[in-house]
Every structure is written in structure tokens, then in C-alpha cells.
């Protein structure tokens, strides 16, 4: 009886600790995922910052052809750096 009860008591044990490491790697794996998005917001932030700067210091006028150009090659290489 005390064998049957052990065991049981073992089993019972045995799966609750292994659904506390699936739940640890689960949070754990979802940390990263967070971390990355943060890192990614922070980075389309500073995107934007960065093309709200360019249009400010070019001017406002959409017939600038410089200016247009200039806007136009900022975005290809934010596309370009988004992708990486």
C-alpha cells in the first residue's frame, strides 16, 4: 500500500514539475519575443523621428524635386534596413 502511495505520490510530482519547466521555457521563449519587439518598436521609432527630422529640415514644399528625392531614399533604405 505505502509503495502504491509513493509512486503515486512520485508520478504526481514527476508531472507537475515538468509542467512547471515547460511553463518557465514557455516564459522565457515569450522574454525574448518581447525583448525583440521593444528593440524592433524602438528602432521604427527612431525611423520615424529620424524622416519627421529630414521633412522639417527640407521644407514642406512637394514640388522640391530634392527634397522628394531625398524623402524617397530615406524610406528605401529604412525598407532596406527593415528587412535585415
Known amino acids: 500500500m505505502h509503495k502504491q502511495i509513493r509512486e503515486?505520490?512520485?508520478s504526481t510530482l514527476k508531472s507537475v514539475a515538468i509542467v512547471a519547466h515547460q511553463l518557465?521555457?514557455?516564459l522565457n521563449?515569450?522574454?525574448a519575443q518581447f525583448q525583440l519587439e521593444k528593440?524592433?518598436?524602438q528602432a521604427k521609432?527612431?525611423?520615424i523621428k529620424s524622416l519627421e527630422?529630414?521633412?522639417i529640415e527640407l521644407?514642406?514644399?512637394p514640388k522640391d524635386v530634392k527634397a522628394t528625392e531625398r524623402l524617397i531614399k530615406k524610406k528605401n533604405d529604412d525598407i532596406v534596413a527593415m528587412k535585415k
Open 59 to 61: 521644407g514642406h514644399d
Open 8 to 10: 503515486m505520490v512520485y
Open 24 to 26: 518557465q521555457n514557455s
Open 53 to 55: 527630422d529630414l521633412i
Open 29 to 31: 521563449n515569450i522574454s
Open 39 to 41: 528593440a524592433s518598436s
Open 45 to 47: 521609432d527612431t525611423r
